[in-house]
């Protein structure tokens, strides 16, 4: 196997720096001879450690190898991803209370979110724990341990922008509110467009940072969230600054690294702010540029854009109710002459299913998002339930199913949802909530799923997502996808993406068992 072991890519995507504009070191393979499988091998090393974060200062923090966010991992359909994690942190403290409250801050795994991969064994398997040595174990100097992730990438995997993260329930809100995520880039088709090759490939990944002088604070209660502001960073810099030249057009791939705050995003400033086309959503291509104002991220999308430089100036990418810009962008310089061209067409990433594929009739599927407040004693008072068909059984159906501590919570014994290979089958995802700024985002782990209609409108075309954002209001927002359970067997999940809740209960079990 060709193999490029803990070194950084220095291919096209070198471009983006000669703005200055910061991006995460890339990890990838290089060419194979003979057509071996290419072996894509990175030591991800997890462990407290000081990060200087520009326009905030010094972040004490979990990190991988010392960097917000972790390097990039680029990847092409056919490879092998080999991931070596070291555990460097403290033991985990003694932890009494039940599986739906925070506990072992400093255990991990490894989810290669939204990548279509075996959530099984040592891939993507998000049921592991990567535990740090016990208190008697460090106290005799015992090494840090290691475990190893092997992820195959499949031949014919949709190329586009997806990302990595940490994902033991019970730990997964403290650690991605430190920084710690990176994003993974799957080569193919899309990049061989000639439009999209001559654009510099530029990553924009946003960490939400949960910070209290200069540290994650412990999530120890339920007012953890609305306590602590959040920082946004992009590439590990607070607002920082990226330059574009009139008529240049670069890629952005977006990601959305956020455990609690969606991103509506659109360029403001003064003159012709550049000029937006989305070309993919959640790693999938569409089939054509679409021109946007805005781009809508719930916490784990990601969405790639080619952005044309217009009038010289100076414009700001913000987000709705973020007060400080994410980022500058600098249209300076001599103008591209003649201005580089857009993509009159695409590979389109993944081909549409439609409801005639549908297997079976009968087995509609709803999940209601739903919370419950004020139930449990403190300091976690709220229940995030996921109700609806295949809700986790009440502790008690004969009393008050509000007070119940069971009822549509997590329970890691209890498979909600078996998913049959090869069936095609349709999903209806709401939330109660009734306050639009409340979101509740759908994410299927496995297998992406195809948007047809919102809030009973049927959108032309579908799209493709992993992660549907849902916001509240009266009523709350409502999707209906089709999904096709493919190619791997194994038990992963379906939850909420706003991190706070899925700790405290709002998730389920899905085996996909073969046909």
């Known amino acids: ?106 255990s991990f795994n490894l989810h290669t979110h939204g990548m279509h991969v075996s959530p099984s064994g040592h891939a993507d398997n998000v049921l592991r724990e990567f535990a740090p040595r016990t208190r008697d174990q460090a106290a005799a100097g015992a090494a840090e341990p290691r475990y190893v ?54 990553v924009v990944c946003v960490n939400e940072l949960k910070l209290k002088k200069g540290k994650v604070p412990a999530f120890t209660t339920s007012g953890w969230l609305t306590g602590v502001p959040s920082t946004f960073a992009v590439n590990g810099t607070v607002n920082p600054t990226l330059r574009l030249r009139p008529g240049e057009v670069q890629r952005w791939r977006l990601v959305a690294a956020t455990a609690f705050t969606g991103l509506r995003l659109r360029l403001t400033g003064g003159g012709a702010a550049p000029a937006m086309h989305q070309i993919a959503q959640d790693g999938v291509t569409f089939a054509r540029p679409v021109p946007v104002d805005e781009v809508e991220l719930a916490m784990g999308n990601r969405a790639d854009l080619l952005v044309r430089g217009g009038a010289a100036g100076r414009y700001e990418l913000r987000a709705d109710g973020v007060p400080v810009p994410l980022m500058t962008i600098q249209v300076t310089g001599d103008p591209m002459r003649p201005r580089m061209r857009l993509p009159v067409s695409l590979p389109p990433g993944k081909p549409f299913l439609d409801e005639r594929d549908i297997t079976d009739r009968t087995a509609d599927r709803e999940v209601l998002f739903h919370a419950d407040p004020g139930v449990f004693p403190q300091p ?108 791997f067997t194994g038990r992963t999940v379906a939850h909420c993406h706003q991190l706070h809740h899925e700790e405290l209960g709002m998730m389920q079990t899905v085996h996909y068992v073969a046909p």
């Open 1 to 106: 196997m060709a193999v490029v072991a803990d070194g950084l890519w220095a291919g096209r995507s070198a471009s983006a720096t000669r703005t200055s504009f910061p991006q995460p070191a890339v990890v990838s393979a290089g060419p194979a001879p003979g057509g071996l499988p290419r072996l894509v091998r990175q030591t991800l090393d997890v462990r407290f450690t000081d990060v200087t974060v520009p326009g905030y200062g010094t972040v004490t923090s979990r990190t991988y190898n010392g960097t917000i966010p972790g390097p990039t991992l680029r990847v092409r359909g056919g490879d092998t991803l080999r991931l070596t994690h070291v555990n460097g942190l403290p033991p985990n403290a003694p932890h009494t209370g039940g599986h739906n409250t925070p506990h072992h801050a400093n």
């Open 149 to 202: 992730s092997t992820v195959h990438v499949p031949a014919d995997h949709p190329a586009g922008t997806y990302w990595y993260h940490p994902h033991l329930h019970g730990s997964t809100a403290e650690q991605i509110a430190g920084g710690m995520a990176g994003v993974i880039v799957v080569e193919g088709d899309v990049d061989d467009v000639p439009e999209v090759r001559a654009a510099a490939d530029i």
């Open 380 to 487: 976690f008072p709220n229940a995030f339930r996921v109700l609806g068909t295949q809700a986790t059984p009440a502790a008690d159906p004969a009393k008050d199913l509000a007070h119940d501590p069971a009822y549509g919570l997590f329970d890691p014994d209890y498979t909600n949802h078996t998913l049959r290979l090869g069936a095609v089958e349709r999903w209806t995802v709401r939330t109660s909530e009734t306050m639009p700024a409340f979101n509740h985002p759908f994410h299927l782990h496995t297998n992406h799923v195809l948007v047809t209609h919102r809030n009973g409108r049927r959108l032309d075309p579908p799209i493709w997502h992993d992660t549907i954002g849902l916001a509240g209001g009266k009523p709350g927002d409502s999707v209906t996808f089709l999904v096709k359970y493919e190619d």
